[in-house]
T-cell receptor
C-alpha cells in the first residue's frame, strides 16, 4: 500500500515563471486536498476535489493558481507568474470519504523557492 | 472561521509524560485531529476525536471536550524520536460533502535526555 506521492520534492524558480506540481493520492481515495505551509505555521487549506470535481477553493487561491484532477486520480497544481510570496511547502492529502473517519493522509510535499 | 490556539514550544525529558493543549473557537466542527510533523516532512496522522472523551492509541492519547472547545494530546514514555511539531486541526465541512482541516501553528516539542 503506497501512500500519497508528490513530484517534484523541491522546485527552485525565478519570479515570474510558471510551475506545476503533481500529486498522486492513495489509489482508492476519492477525495484530494491541496494545502500550503510556510515556516512556523500549520498547513492552510487551498482547494478540494471529490473525484474529478473541484468543489471548494480557498480565498487564498488567487487567480494565478489553478488545480485540476482530470480523471479523478492524480492532481496538478499550477502557479503562474510566481511571486516570492509563493515560496512555501505545498502539501497534498487524500482521504476516502464519506465513510469512516475520512482521515486525510498527507504526501511529502513540494518545497517551492521563488528567487 | 476558525481560531485554534496551542503553545508554541514545549520541552520534556525522555521517559516522561507530556500534555499538549489545544483550544479552538469554530464556526463549524466535524472532528479534531492531531498530526505529528518532523522538520521538512509531511504531517503524519496520530489521532481523531469527534465525541467527548479520551481516545488511546499506544503511547498516544487524545482528549476532547466540545463544550469547552478544548483538546489535549498526551504522550507517554517519551522517546527522543518524539521531538517534532504537533499540530492540532479542526475539521469542518465544505461543499460537496468533503471536509477541510484548519490547523493551529503547531507545538514544537523537544525531548531531552
Amino acid at each position: 500500500d503506497t501512500g500519497v506521492s508528490q513530484d517534484p520534492r523541491h522546485k527552485i524558480t525565478k519570479r515570474g515563471q510558471n510551475v506545476t506540481f503533481r500529486c498522486d493520492p492513495i489509489s482508492e481515495h476519492n477525495r484530494l486536498y491541496w494545502y500550503r505551509q510556510t515556516l512556523g505555521q500549520g498547513p492552510e487549506f487551498l482547494t478540494y476535489f471529490q473525484n474529478e470535481a473541484q468543489l471548494e477553493k480557498s480565498r487564498l487561491l488567487s487567480d494565478r493558481f489553478s488545480a485540476e484532477r482530470p480523471k479523478g486520480s492524480f492532481s496538478t497544481l499550477e502557479i503562474q507568474r510566481t511571486e516570492q510570496g509563493d515560496s512555501a511547502m505545498y502539501l497534498c492529502a487524500s482521504s476516502l470519504g464519506p465513510s469512516g473517519t475520512d482521515t486525510q493522509y498527507f504526501g511529502p510535499g513540494t518545497r517551492l523557492t521563488v528567487l | 472561521g476558525q481560531n485554534i490556539d496551542q503553545p508554541t514550544e514545549m520541552t520534556a525529558t525522555e521517559g516522561a509524560i507530556v500534555q499538549i493543549n489545544c483550544t479552538y473557537q469554530t464556526s463549524g466542527f466535524n472532528g479534531l485531529f492531531w498530526y505529528q510533523q518532523h522538520a521538512g516532512e509531511a504531517p503524519t496522522f496520530l489521532s481523531y476525536n469527534v465525541l467527548d472523551g479520551l481516545e488511546e492509541k499506544g503511547r498516544f492519547s487524545s482528549f476532547l471536550s466540545r463544550s469547552k472547545g478544548y483538546s489535549y494530546l498526551l504522550l507517554k514514555e517519551l522517546q527522543m524520536k518524539d521531538s517534532a511539531s504537533y499540530l492540532c486541526a479542526v475539521r469542518d465541512p465544505v461543499t460537496g460533502g468533503g471536509n477541510k482541516l484548519t490547523f493551529g501553528t503547531g507545538t514544537q516539542l523537544k525531548v531531552e535526555l
